[in-house]
T-cell receptor, first 111, second 116 residues
Framework: AQKVTQAQTEISVVEKEDVTLDCVYE???????LFWYKQPPSGELVFLIR??????QNEISGRYSWNFQKSTSSFNFTITASQVVDSAVYFC????????FGTGTSLTVIP | DTAVSQTPKYLVTQMGNDKSIKCEQN?????MYWYKQDSKKFLKIMFS???????INETVPNRFSPKSPDKAHLNLHINSLELGDSAVYFC???????????????FGPGTRLTVL
């Protein structure tokens, strides 16, 4: 069974639109961590955020925001006023003893 | 001041050859990893080392052998390369002082391996 599900394989938005990338995870542990990574066309994997299972506060960093809801086992990522530079593949990940990556969502922002 | 570096960035080779990819981190981390990313962008962990000791060894063919001479280096040697080995290989490191991967993993730039 998939530990991390990113149901949206590809998303296209027009610049300045807001977009939300969904992430649903599955775990029986009470202590775990959730992550988002960005992989731009250049190929590197860039760390964006890490949250622990005890901190359900939403987080905002500039145009990025994250909504963590344990009740629905979701950790969604919203980009506000998207820009072309946001075009990338975004990975959600769950860490228990080991890391589990989702299959990624490819975001294309059209100018 | 590169954090996690890999060499080479690109590797093109013939089937049957043996090749190595080197990884070094200067973050002072205790745990290092190798991942394989296929053409569909799926990231799969291959190995994890904590303080030079093998912690995670996923179902990877014996042709893949990691070597960690010290905790700052984790190299990947691949014997008898096959077409299906073509992928991007990422090295990563995290601070975890014990086995387990709860700390943030920082990735190298990747090595694109093409087997002809």
């Amino acid at each position: 069974a998939q530990k991390v599900t990113q149901a949206q394989t590809e998303i296209s938005v027009v610049e300045k639109e807001d977009v939300t990338l969904d992430c649903v995870y599955e775990t029986r542990d009470t202590t775990y961590y959730l992550f988002w990574y960005k992989q731009p066309p250049s190929g590197e994997l860039v760390f964006l955020i890490r949250r622990n299972s005890f901190d359900e506060q939403n987080e905002i960093s500039g145009r990025y925001s994250w909504n963590f809801q344990k009740s629905t086992s979701s950790f969604n990522f919203t980009i506000t006023a998207s820009q072309v530079v946001d075009s990338a593949v975004y990975f959600c990940a769950l860490s228990e003893f080991r890391f589990y990556f989702g299959t990624g969502t490819s975001l294309t922002v059209i100018p | 001041d590169t954090a996690v570096s890999q060499t080479p960035k690109y590797l093109v080779t013939q089937m049957g050859n043996d090749k190595s990819i080197k990884c070094e981190q200067n973050l002072g981390h205790d745990t290092m990893y190798w991942y394989k990313q296929d053409s569909k962008k799926f990231l799969k962990i291959m190995f994890s080392y904590n303080n030079k000791e093998l912690i995670i060894n996923e179902t990877v063919p014996n042709r893949f052998s990691p070597k960690s001479p010290d905790k700052a280096h984790l190299n990947l040697h691949i014997n008898s390369l096959e077409l299906g080995d073509s992928a991007v290989y990422f090295c990563a490191s995290s601070q975890n002082r014990e086995a387990g991967s709860t700390d943030t993993q920082y990735f190298g730039p990747g090595t694109r391996l093409t087997v002809l």
